[in-house]
T-cell receptor, first 114, second 116 residues
Framework: KNQVEQSPQSLIILEGKNCTLQ??????????LRWYKQDTGRGPVSLTIMTFSENTKSNGRYTATLDADTKQSSLHITASQLSDSASYICVVSEGYSSASKIIFGSGTRLSIRP | NAGVMQNPRHLVRRRGQEARLRCSPM?????VYWYRQLPEEGLKFMVYLQKENIIDESGMPKERFSAEFPKEGPSILRIQQVVRGDSAAYFC??????????????FGNGTRLTVT
């Protein structure tokens, strides 16, 4: 069964610290992996998209990595800010046709404390 | 270029009434997705539509729920005879390409449905 598992479920860190969120998937065939940020009460916003051949991609203080062999991805946040408090969602696309599916993880809820 | 627009932002319905949720995708986007989110939970896929066609409705309850994306106008998610369990945030996303392409989904800010 195609699944996307994220850990930890929730995380609290102090402002200015770094953190890493994990995503493991069993989706096959794999098309791409995306990380989204969802602020409370808002829709998710795309942070990064990676294909099979990419193993790292950065967007400001956010750096995503992908190991397609072990089917693992991570999102590293550097020098966290209060505005980073949000849910971070890992999303994997399965298949190559127009009927391919997008599979969402349940997210990691990150809280940044001052 | 306006983002994905959803309306209304908040919708209150009594049990048994109908709820109509609208989603205008970004300009040039012909792929629309609907998701449901309960408080403190992740997004759950409901339906994927491409102009005038339902591609995947595997996440949609068999009864009372329907979705359309007509040639002209917004996509509509319709819930008939609402029950308290339908209370949730409903998010719409759009994309110019199918899921396998490397285009991000653009999300609206959701419609919060409350059934009293």
């Amino acid at each position: 069964k195609n699944q996307v598992e994220q850990s930890p479920q929730s995380l609290i860190i102090l402002e200015g610290k770094n953190c890493t969120l994990q995503c493991n998937y069993t989706v096959s065939p794999f098309s791409n992996l995306r990380w989204y940020k969802q602020d409370t009460g808002r829709g998710p916003v795309s942070l990064t998209i990676m294909t099979f051949s990419e193993n790292t991609k950065s967007n400001g203080r956010y750096t995503a990595t992908l190991d397609a062999d072990t089917k693992q991805s991570s999102l590293h946040i550097t020098a966290s800010q209060l505005s980073d408090s949000a849910s971070y969602i890992c999303v994997v696309s399965e298949g190559y046709s127009s009927a391919s599916k997008i599979i969402f993880g349940s997210g990691t809820r990150l809280s940044i404390r001052p | 270029n306006a983002g994905v627009m959803q309306n209304p932002r908040h919708l209150v319905r009594r049990r048994g009434q109908e709820a109509r949720l609208r989603c205008s995708p970004m300009k040039g986007h012909s792929h629309v997705y609907w998701y449901r989110q309960l408080p403190e939970e992740g997004l759950k896929f409901m339906v994927y539509l491409q102009k005038e066609n339902i591609i995947d409705e595997s996440g949609m309850p068999k009864e009372r729920f329907s979705a359309e994306f007509p040639k002209e106008g917004p996509s509509i998610l319709r819930i008939q005879q609402v029950v308290r369990g339908d209370s949730a945030a409903y998010f719409c996303a759009s994309s110019p390409d199918p899921p396998a392409a490397n285009s991000p989904l653009h999300f609206g800010n959701g419609t919060r449905l409350t059934v009293t």
